[in-house]
């Protein structure tokens, strides 16, 4: 069955729909910025329009590359997570947003709880684990709720604590913490569970870790990265 496009009766090119919430969701840019930067390049569209189309396409495009990299996630994410949790204002009450990443910096999976016990690590945990598999050692602070879920869950021979071991998943809280900055805090626990989802995803697909390979290197994997993005749902 051919999957109908989710372009259909936009007058808009898809080209600059995948543009637009690139920049949004990659880049730490407020709707007006985007529209600014839009209209420079001579494209016309008001930064509600903005809001829109990162409200209908950014998911899409996020589980389409979720999709695209879901086995290699699940045969080289097993090695080593690093598992960590910073609150998040919303209307001014404070939620926690869960977040896993591999030891790689791949983001693995963000979960939002109102709540920062036993209960909501295990939640995070099991979900982390039925999407991923079980990791050689899980990495975390010494936050009781850890110890507590994992031993729950019969894992907690995996468990490594100790100074700066979690400073890869520290460090990848940095992004998302800008991005909050410039949409000026979330309105909804719905849509920061939204945007967290859909930025680890676009996070993961343009992250080169530059600094790692040579400069040949990392514009060929850039320049791979925007293809792919580019096409998704070309058709």
Excluded: C
Aim: proline share 2%.
């Amino acid at each position: 069955m051919i999957k109908q496009s989710p372009f259909k009766y936009f007058k808009t090119s898809p080209e600059i729909i995948r543009l637009a919430v690139m920049l949004y969701i990659r880049f730490p840019l407020s709707l007006r910025n985007v529209e600014d930067l839009l209209h420079e390049r001579g494209i016309d569209v008001s930064h509600e329009t903005v809001r829109y189309w990162w409200n209908r396409f950014g998911p899409l495009f996020a589980s389409e590359i979720r999709r695209k990299r879901v086995q290699q996630l699940r045969a080289f994410s097993k090695w080593k997570w690093h598992v960590d949790e910073v609150f998040v204002k919303v209307n001014g009450k404070r939620y926690y947003l869960w977040r896993a990443v591999d030891h790689e910096g791949e983001v693995l999976e963000a979960v939002v709880t109102k709540r920062r016990n036993k209960a909501a690590a295990l939640k995070f945990l099991k979900k982390l684990m039925k999407r991923h598999g079980t990791a050689e050692n899980v990495v975390t602070d010494r936050f009781a709720s850890y110890r507590a879920a994992l031993r729950e869950m019969g894992a907690l021979d995996k468990q490594q604590t100790g100074r700066w071991l979690n400073n890869r998943v520290e460090n990848s809280h940095l992004p998302f913490r800008r991005r909050e900055r410039a949409m000026q805090r979330f309105k909804s626990m719905r849509s920061l569970q939204k945007f967290a989802a859909v930025h680890s995803s676009v996070y993961n697909h343009f992250n080169q870790e530059r600094s790692l390979a040579s400069r040949d290197t990392f514009k060929l994997t850039r320049a791979a990265a925007l293809s792919v993005w580019r096409q998704l749902y070309s058709g």
